[in-house]
Every structure is written in C-alpha cells, then in structure tokens.
C-alpha cells in the first residue's frame, strides 16, 4: 500500500515550503518507507476531507488517515519500529517532543517577519485573499507592515538559536552521531525559509550553518537541488 503525504504547495505545485509538512516529509525520508506527496493550495481542503480538520501535513497508510506533524512521526516509528528510528529510546523521544516544543513555538515565530512577503508572492492566486485575511488577523497588522523590518526578526531568530549552538557545541547532530527527529524539526523549519527564498539567514563560521549543510547533505533526496547546492 502507498503512503501518501498531503502538504502545501506554491503556485507552482512542485514548490513545497510549509515547515510541519517539511518535518513529515523527511520524516518519511529517514524512515526509508515508500511515499509519494499530493501538493494542496490552501483553498483546497475538501483535497484533505478526509482527516476532518484543516491543517497539514496530513499522511494517510492504507485505511489509516494520521494529521499533525508530531502524530505524524509517532505513528511512523510505532507502525514501522524496523526501519531507522526516529526516537532512539524512550528518553530521545521525550527530548524530541520538548526540542519540537521549543521550534514549533519559540524559535518559529521569529520567522514569518522574515518572509512573510516572499511567501504571499509564491502562493497560487487563488490563495492570496485567503493568506492575507487569515494572516493579517493573526498578526493585527498587515503582511506589508508586518514585513517592515525583517532585521528585527532575524535578530530574535539568532538570539533564539543559542540554545542549538550550545547543543552542537559537543555533538554533530540533536540526535547525536546520527540524525533523528530533532534534527528533523530544525531541518523542516529552516526549510520554510530556504523555500520561500531567502536563503542567508546563517553566517557561514556558525556552527548551526555546519550543520545545516551536514543535514541538507543527509537529506538531499527530497530536498530541492537548488537548496542543497
Ligand atoms: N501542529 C500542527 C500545525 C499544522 C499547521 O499549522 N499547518 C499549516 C502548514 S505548516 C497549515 O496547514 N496551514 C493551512 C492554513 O492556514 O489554512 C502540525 O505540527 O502539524
């Protein structure tokens, strides 16, 4: 049976760019199980009716229809415990539930500042009215005032990022000697940006940019070329 993997897509259906579906994505990966992805504008939803609420990633595995990012991974590590593991233990499991705590929360709400612009242009036009109402009531402001001044947000992306620099500080991934889904967490998020199209947000001496390339290496089979490169 076919596991397939719903995420949001830009215009261009190949342009996938939302972080959860990106943590989803790889997770299949590094899960070494067969999948195939159905790219889904946000005005699509009925395309995930199926899951009965309306966000992604949304995976579904035979008569089995798993959403949310976090679900995600667990159902993939219970339902498939012979492939690579993405939570090596017990204990890498609950430090991957916090690190993904911490991304999805603290460390993400720098980023929208960052491309929030980039990402209105990449979207379908059918989706540009439905981005901007529902952002612009999430953000109390608009997309352009909002996208003012992106060294505000990139400043508190960077200062939030200690907290992984510490962590590399003694170890080559969040996972350890390997990658596993913490890695997967920080990977799927600064793919966000990369695909939206802001691509310098690191300096090339930091130890997160060694990683970076380390894990866009580790990962390139699903990972657009011209991120990779
Ligand atoms: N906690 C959820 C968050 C899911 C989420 O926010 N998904 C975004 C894309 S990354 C979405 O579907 N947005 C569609 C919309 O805003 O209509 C997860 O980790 O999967």
Known sequence: MTITLYELSGA??????APHCWKSKLALHHKQVNFKTEPV????KEKFAVSEQPLLPVVTDSDKVISDSWEIAQYLEDTYPQNPSLFANDEAKVQAESF????ST???KHIPGIIILDLFNIIADQDKEYFRTTREARLGTSLEEFAATPEKHIQGLQTELQYARELLASQRYFGGEIPDYRDI???GTFLWIA????TDFLEKDDIIYAWYKRVLNDYREVIPAAIVA
């Open 12 to 17: 261009d259906r190949n342009l996938r760019f």
């Open 41 to 44: 504008w946000f005005t699509e």
């Open 100 to 103: 993904h705590q911490w991304v």
């Open 106 to 108: 603290v460390l993400s």
């Open 185 to 187: 967490c920080l990977l």
């Open 195 to 198: 695909s939206s199209g802001t």
